[in-house]
């Protein structure tokens, strides 16, 4: 069974400039999550979706960054336009819906680094 | 406010030593904790997980973690450490919907041949 897959691995783009990160999760995971962490502090939740739907976007930093999950299948998490801030390793996670002791599988991350 | 605390950044041990790992946690209800590793060039993988029951837990590649709710503590261990755990690894609890989980900011772990 595939495990969740994000897409690109690394990212380096100049300020100002937009980025697309993809996440396609395990199948059948309809609980979605993105998570990032900026160099040398914690893994910080952005936000999760339950299938097509935002669950919860209190982490999400500020307007430049847009999540959507359209079918309830993959994500893609936009961020436009990048700042240097913004650079970090930004991870998706997903889990099952209706199982309460079950834990998230994370994907590799995606490494953006803006210049 | 939920947190996780994970005081060492840096841990050095030799190859054989035995290991622990301390994490502490701020939560008001019933906590469900994680242990994941990072090791260099991959994701995040689960190492065990404490939802309730025995407070001793083992999880995958010889590693196990006890829950001390006294303490607030859900520190991981391992007997003897193989230069292979080499990796960051990384204390949670879940804090919201689904699996929302609270991150500690990891501790690095070099193994010493």
């Known amino acids: 069974e595939a495990g969740v897959t994000q897409f690109p691995s690394h990212s380096v783009i100049e300020k100002g400039q937009t980025v697309t990160l993809r996440c396609d999760p395990i199948s059948g995971h309809d609980n979605l999550y993105w998570y990032r962490r900026v160099m040398g502090k914690e893994i910080k939740f952005l936000l999760h979706f339950v299938k097509e739907s935002k669950q919860d976007e209190s982490g999400m930093p500020n307007n430049r960054f847009l999540a959507e999950r359209t079918g309830g299948t993959y994500s893609t998490l936009k961020v436009q336009p990048a700042e240097l801030e913004d650079s970090g390793v930004y991870f998706c996670a997903s889990s099952l819906l209706q199982v309460p002791n079950t834990e998230a599988f994370f994907g590799q991350g995606t490494r953006l680094t803006v210049v | 406010a939920q947190s996780v605390t994970q005081p060492d950044i840096h841990i050095t041990v030799s190859e054989g030593a035995s290991l622990e790992l301390r994490c502490n946690y701020s939560?008001?209800?019933?906590?469900?904790l994680f242990w994941y590793v990072q090791s260099p060039g991959q994701g995040l993988q689960l190492l065990l997980k404490y939802f309730s029951g025995d407070t001793l837990v083992q999880g995958i590649k010889g590693f196990e973690a006890e829950f001390k709710r006294s303490q607030s503590s859900f520190n991981l261990r391992k007997p003897s450490v193989h230069w292979s755990d080499a990796a960051e690894y990384f204390c949670a609890v879940r804090t919201g919907g689904g699996n929302k989980l609270t991150f500690g900011t990891g501790t690095q772990l070099k193994v010493e041949l």
């Open positions: 939560y008001g209800a019933t906590p469900y």
